[in-house]
């Protein structure tokens, strides 16, 4: 089993629309959560993080946790073509106590694309 | 400068040959990671450092082998390295305790 797993996609929506992009992740006493954006050919930039269950809104994101289900999302509402780009979501380890601490395990990534 | 710096942005390289990639952060971040980014595959962890201490290797083969001089440089050396190590490599920082990173732009490299 993975530790982090996201659906590659592509996941296709159209501008204007709500893009869903949903994250699970094995290790039940994780306790960060991160989702960055990548466009292609550059570096991942960290657009919002969650640290308690429920939800987080920041402008058009809103992440939300569900530890007891190991699951956490990101909803774009109003999605624009600029939002097309690789969604990553990260994890911090449970053990996450000491040196170590802030190592993030990545999944693979979501491949999103809003069309006009 | 600012943020998280990565040199050289591409490399090519022959099986035999020794190079170094280069990475420099201006936050004050006392944090400082390597992950290897292949196509299809999730962000791959490689060295941690944490106040210029190696904390974590993730068995990563001795080809690559990190140098952390001081809080703000981070290196990699290569050598004798194979085809399929290659890749994206993305240096990142972040503060001991916090785990919002910041990634350079990262280094493509290619092993021909």
């Known amino acids: 089993q993975k530790e982090v797993e996201q659906n590659s996609g592509p996941l296709s929506v159209p501008e204007g629309a709500i893009a869903s992009l949903n994250c699970t992740y094995s290790d039940r006493g994780s306790q960060s959560f991160f989702w960055y954006r990548q466009y292609s050919g550059k570096s991942p930039e960290l657009i919002m993080f969650?640290?308690?269950?429920g939800d987080k809104e920041d402008g058009r994101f809103t992440a939300q946790l569900n530890k007891a289900s190991q699951y956490v999302s990101l909803l774009i509402r109003d999605s624009q073509p600029s939002d097309s780009a690789t969604y990553l979501c990260a994890v911090t380890p449970s053990n996450a106590g000491g040196t170590s601490y802030g190592k993030l395990t990545f999944g693979q990534g979501t491949i999103l694309t809003v069309h006009p | 400068e600012t943020g998280v710096t990565q040199t050289p942005r591409h490399l090519v390289m022959g099986m035999t040959n020794k190079k170094s990639l280069k990475c420099e952060q201006h936050l004050g971040h006392n944090a400082m990671y390597w992950y290897k980014q292949s196509a299809k595959k999730p962000l791959e962890l490689m060295f941690v450092y944490n106040f210029k201490e190696q904390t974590e290797n993730n068995s990563v083969p001795s080809r690559f082998s990190p140098e952390c001089p001081n809080s703000s440089h981070l290196f990699l050396h290569l050598h004798t390295l194979q085809p399929e190590d290659s890749a994206l490599y993305l240096c990142?920082?972040?503060?001991?305790?916090?785990?919002?990173?910041?990634f350079g732009s990262g280094t493509r490299l290619t092993v021909v």
């Open positions: 969650i640290y308690s269950n």
């Open positions: 990142a920082s972040s503060q001991v305790g916090k785990s919002g990173y910041t």
